[in-house]
């Protein structure tokens, strides 16, 4: 099946200081969704990229897709104690059954300092 | 409320038990999913349901049962089940796969501990 790459596996920053968590695939995606995971929580649908190149914006969380679709940015500008949390990222894969889901990155762990 | 409900929240159980899992979707969606969460695998996918038929079972041990019964309501039953299966079991809905745009709704998740 499908493999993603993500890294860091953890990331500890000072409050205010930025923070960048990457996912690589050695095949080229249809598309590719982020999530973040609360301590405690479950995984919650932040956002999917579909097109060569594509950047989108959430306030502070920046979200790129690379030109040849196979890997994939979230970064967040001057981290706050409220983006505590793990972040993934989930590509599509086909099973043989012609069904499609999803297969998630291992995930960042990321811990503010305040 | 995520629109995804699954219960119970937190389940113990002895390794001669048999239990079940149960997760229900308000949102109108066509397939349902079992992850488990650990700390070794942080999302593995165990079983998907499209549109009522399974699909996918990922070679998962024969203690872990599924049933969808209709398109709102899941079940996994669990029977004989190892303390190594001790996890976070996640159940997730969306729509023709969450390639909409609208990813995927989990429920908040039963934390499992086998002993």
């Known amino acids: 099946g499908q493999q993603v790459m993500q890294i860091p596996q953890y990331q500890h920053v000072q409050e205010g200081e930025d923070f960048t968590t990457y996912c690589n695939s050695s095949?080229?995606?249809?598309?590719i969704q982020w999530y973040k995971q609360r301590p405690g929580g479950h995984p919650v649908f932040l956002i999917q990229?579909?097109?060569?190149?594509e950047v989108k914006k959430q306030k502070r969380l920046t979200f790129q897709f690379g030109e040849a679709k196979k890997n994939s940015s979230l970064h967040i500008t001057a981290t706050q104690t409220t983006d505590v949390g793990t972040y993934f990222c989930?590509?599509?894969?086909?099973?043989?059954?012609?069904?499609?889901?999803?297969?998630f990155g291992k995930g960042t762990k990321l811990s503010v300092i305040p | 409320e995520t629109g995804v409900t699954q219960t119970p929240r937190h389940l113990v159980m002895g390794m001669t038990n048999k239990k079940s899992l149960k997760c229900e979707q308000h949102?109108?969606?066509?397939?349902m999913y079992w992850y488990k969460q650990s700390a070794k695998k942080p999302l593995e996918l165990m079983f998907v349901?499209?549109?009522?038929?399974?699909?996918e079972n990922n070679s998962v041990p024969s203690r872990f049962s599924p049933e969808c019964p209709n398109s709102s309501h899941l079940f996994l039953h669990l029977h004989t089940l190892q303390p190594e299966d001790s996890a976070l079991y996640l159940c997730?809905?969306?729509?023709?796969?969450?390639?909409?745009?609208?990813?995927?709704?989990f429920g908040s998740g039963t934390r499992l501990t086998v002993v």
């Open positions: 997730a809905s969306s729509q023709d796969g969450g390639r909409g745009g609208w990813g995927y709704t």
């Open positions: 095949t080229t995606l249809s598309n």
């Open positions: 990229l579909v097109k060569s190149g």
């Open positions: 989930a590509v599509p894969d086909y099973s043989g059954a012609g069904s499609y889901q999803l297969t």
């Open positions: 949102l109108g969606h066509n397939a």
């Open positions: 349901y499209s549109l009522e038929e399974r699909v």
